[in-house]
């Protein structure tokens, strides 16, 4: 029996795809992703390819990807020469290196560039109001969401364990910071 002869294993394999399309990944890098992370042992690439019955050339993209994201690796398996493949199990590494990464492609172009525009902006006189202070509260805000990041990013696990299931709670521990509703 294969991890794709179980029902529950092939639903979550196809729907981690259908999120994928939603979260702006293919949908192959998707379920390519969730076949490696259910996975016990390392997969072959040709394994993937008849698993999911994938194009060989949509299996080498995606995994390529995904080792980019840093969420999946290749291994080696003794006696056995071609590249083998694990996804990260540790779910809060796969979180960190996913955002580090998204922060990485998106989010940082995106605070050059309005820092850029910031400072065209605050330099002419003929740019109006509204479109300068836009763009400038827009730019403090996503680098305002960058320190933020960088700060909570090299708290200790447990800490954002901690955080997260605090919730709201947490407002407590901030001046004014009471739950609304």
């Not at 991890?3 to 390519?32: C, Y």
């Not at 080792?67 to 999946?72: E, F, H, K, P």
């Amino acid at each position: 029996m294969t991890l794709l002869d179980h029902p529950d294993a092939k639903a979550f394999i196809l729907h981690w795809g259908e999120m994928g399309t939603h979260w702006g990944v293919n949908r192959s890098v998707a379920q390519v992703h969730a076949l490696l992370y259910l996975s016990e042992k390392p997969v072959d690439a040709e394994a993937i390819v008849e698993a999911l019955g994938l194009a060989r050339s949509n299996v080498s993209t995606a995994l390529k990807e995904l080792q980019g994201y840093g969420i999946v690796r290749r291994v080696h398996v003794e006696g056995d020469r071609r590249d083998h493949f694990v996804a990260e199990g540790d779910l809060w590494e796969m979180l960190m290196r996913i955002v580090a990464e998204r922060k990485r492609r998106e989010i940082d172009p995106t605070i050059a560039l309005l820092a850029e525009l910031s400072e065209r902006l605050k330099a002419d006189p003929a740019a109006p109001a509204y479109l300068r202070d836009r763009v400038v509260r827009m730019h403090e805000f996503l680098a305002t969401l960058g320190t933020w990041y960088e700060q909570v990013k090299v708290l200790p696990k447990s800490t954002l364990v901690t955080l997260m299931k605090l919730g709201g709670k947490v407002a407590r521990f901030i001046p004014g910071g009471k739950q609304k509703g």
